[in-house]
């Protein structure tokens, strides 16, 4: 065993195989590795989903992904000492809508 280990102990166990896609795919929804969910779950902890799914998530990050572009380009403007159009600045504030739009509905699901 290695010296660098916190945990002295190693417990291993079998499932069978649907048992296992059942475990992984709830460890998937969690973010979390297959050893990590069964350790936390075996020491009783209440796991809560996210509320945000997968699905919600990748929308979320697409829209931070075009915000950020945006705000590049505005930054590189008045770096360069250009101005920056009404519209340009009207854009970055109907995307910014659209992430708390979308933020809003997956908590409330």
Known sequence: M????KE???INFRVNEEEYERIKKMA???GMS???FCKSKAKGSRIKSPKIDRQGA?????????????VNQIAKNLNSGLSTSEGQI???QEELGE???LLNSAVQK
Do not use: K
Not at 2 to 5: D, S, T, V
Not at 58 to 70: D, F, K, P, T
């Open 90 to 92: 009207n854009a970055l």
């Open 2 to 5: 290695g010296a660098n280990r």
């Open 34 to 36: 297959v050893s990590a």
């Open 28 to 30: 998937d929804s969690l």
């Open 8 to 10: 002295s102990r190693q």
């Open 99 to 101: 992430i708390w739009r």
């Open 58 to 70: 990748i929308e979320i990050a697409s829209e931070l992904r075009r915000i950020g572009v945006n």
